[in-house]
């Protein structure tokens, strides 16, 4: 089993607030980091931030720092993304990924990756 699956994206107005989850299969899980990343039509995958074993996170991309928190709930082998105060500039597929441990917070150090899941900020 090599499996991560987001889901909890959606379309909400700006300000608004939504809850993204990553279910990641252990085997993953046990031997990688574990990131958030979104990508719009001809731009790169930037990566939002990034979770260790140990819990601690990279430093977040500037413009969602202050807005967005990733953490994990070990028993339940999920990872959130938890966005507020959500602007129209985020709308864009947000992935999650298996990242090699203790590598940089990037997509080219990703392993696996999720389907994506649609996040559209709109009046």
């Known amino acids: 089993q090599v499996q991560l699956v987001e889901s909890g994206g959606g379309t909400v107005q700006p300000g608004g607030s939504l809850r993204l989850s990553c279910a990641i299969s252990k085997v993953i899980l046990e031997d990688h980091d574990i990131g958030w990343f979104r990508q719009v039509p001809g731009e790169e995958r930037e990566g939002l931030s990034c979770?260790?074993?140990?819990?601690?996170?990279?430093d977040y991309l500037e413009s969602v720092k202050g807005r967005f928190t990733i953490s994990r709930d070990n028993a339940r082998n999920t990872v959130y993304l938890q966005m507020n105060s959500l602007k129209p500039e985020d709308t864009a597929v947000y992935y999650c990924g298996a990242v090699g441990r203790d590598r940089l917070c990037h997509d080219s150090n990703v392993w696996y990756w999720g389907q994506g899941t649609q996040v559209t900020v709109s009046s």
């Open positions: 979770i260790r074993n140990s819990g601690a996170t990279t």
